[in-house]
């Protein structure tokens, strides 16, 4: 733990937002007091809220705030979440180029007040409040510590339950009908919301990134003794597997299009008894609802769930669509499920990527995450990769999920 304790500042610094000047505005939004109210942050104590940084795009620490209301009287403690730009964390200048930070701070400013708005009454919310966030000289969002409201993640090795996929895709739904609304009211979503994590800006890096991935995948099918086709499919991609996915995630204007999340899996997720809220919207993109919809029954599901309630999932989904479009009073023409199940099918690619990355990751916490390593064309590299595949979880994720691929058609690929 990082105390600023008695070192604590009285006035903001450009290097660090360590200081107690800084946190009394956080603490007078979280209490929705007046701006004339006075609030004395008497300490501030900070640790870190993920141990570890490899493999994300952002430093998280939690801040236990002591203030006092009216400069005097009882101290309270309060608990916030802050997430700050680093140069330590994994993306290097990523970062810069997806403009990750500018997106979310927009996405908690603008859209996500204004989905919410629509939703009206209905007091739907979609993800934590944010209390601040400063671009220059740093770059930080505040905001609420939801494990002070009794969320928490779901543990990620088992996968989730029937029930909490149906949870997460209806909250899913709800995001996507709301994003469609704002399109038709303000139109186009800005340009920095027209590519994710897939985008043209990157494809030089992430080929090179994709390009051992899929040779060890493909190794793996061999070991695991998958049919000669299986490999054979997955030969097409080979030096072009990212730059394929470039294109098969540009927009459509003539299908239907919504805001994605962008990386729904269990660690962008927080659960209360009765609620659940996305966080993480550093890669949103606009485009196929597709990327939302295998991102989570990919990632999220419990193994059996996966692929045996897939097209319930897919139903479910729709359903939950429809109504939302409905009660928004949507202008949008309201995508069958057939139009939907087609629009995941020609997207179903996206789930091979996942297994054979982000599933790896979710599947064996026990290896230590190394995204230089994972994706190394060294024989360190391909040793290291290997290492995933040898766990029970990981194996019996691919013989689920690999004949399920096969015959939905998800490998071959899309004309």
């Avoid at 979440?81 to 927009?106: N, P, R, T, Y």
Wanted: net charge negative.
């Amino acid at each position: 733990m990082t105390s600023t304790g008695s070192e604590l500042s009285s006035a903001p610094s450009a290097e660090c937002w360590r200081n107690a000047k800084f946190f009394e505005d956080v603490v007078r939004a979280d209490l929705n007091a007046d701006a004339s109210e006075v609030v004395h942050v008497v300490d501030v104590q900070v640790a870190n809220a993920n141990a570890k940084v490899e493999g994300y795009m952002s430093l998280m620490h939690r801040a236990a705030v002591e203030f006092q209301v009216g400069g005097a009287g009882v101290v309270q403690t309060r608990s916030y979440i802050v997430k700050e730009k680093s140069s330590k964390v994994f993306g290097g200048d990523f970062v810069e180029k997806l403009a990750v930070f500018s997106k979310e701070i927009e996405m908690y400013e603008t859209f996500l007040p204004a989905f919410e708005e629509f939703w009206g009454e209905a007091g739907i919310q979609f993800g934590p409040r944010v209390l601040k966030t400063v671009s220059t000289p740093y770059t930080v969002i505040v905001m609420e510590d939801l494990k002070s409201k009794g969320f928490s993640m779901k543990q990620r090795t088992e996968g989730l339950s029937l029930e909490l996929c149906e949870q997460v895709l209806s909250k899913v739904a709800k995001f996507h009908a709301a994003s469609v609304v704002y399109y038709e009211q303000n139109g186009p979503y800005p340009e920095d919301f027209k590519e994710g994590i897939f985008s043209e800006k990157l494809k030089e890096d992430m080929e090179a990134y994709c390009a051992p991935l899929l040779e060890s995948y493909i190794q793996a099918m061999e070991d695991l003794g998958f049919p000669l086709e299986v490999r054979e499919a997955l030969n097409f991609y080979r030096g072009k597997l990212y730059s394929y996915l470039c294109k098969l995630l540009e927009p459509d204007p003539a299908k239907f299009n919504v805001l994605n999340h962008g990386d729904l899996w269990v660690n962008n997720l927080q659960f209360s008894e009765t609620e659940v809220l996305l966080l993480d919207y550093q890669i949103a993109v606009y485009g196929s609802p597709s990327l939302d919809l295998l991102y989570s029954i990919i990632n999220l599901s419990a193994l059996d769930v996966r692929t045996d309630k897939f097209d319930h999932l897919i139903e479910h989904y729709h359903s939950e669509l429809a109504k939302s479009l409905n009660v928004l009073n949507a202008k949008t023409t309201i995508p069958t499920l057939q139009d939907i199940q087609e629009d995941v099918r020609q997207h179903g690619f996206l789930a091979c990527l996942m297994s054979m990355e982000g599933l790896l990751m979710i599947l064996v916490p026990e290896v230590e995450l190394n995204m230089e390593m994972l994706g190394s064309s060294t024989e360190a590299g391909f040793e290291y990769r290997k290492s995933f595949y040898s766990y029970p979880r990981v194996k019996s994720m691919l013989e689920k999920l690999v004949p399920f691929m096969w015959e939905r058609g998800f490998l071959k690929m899309a004309e």
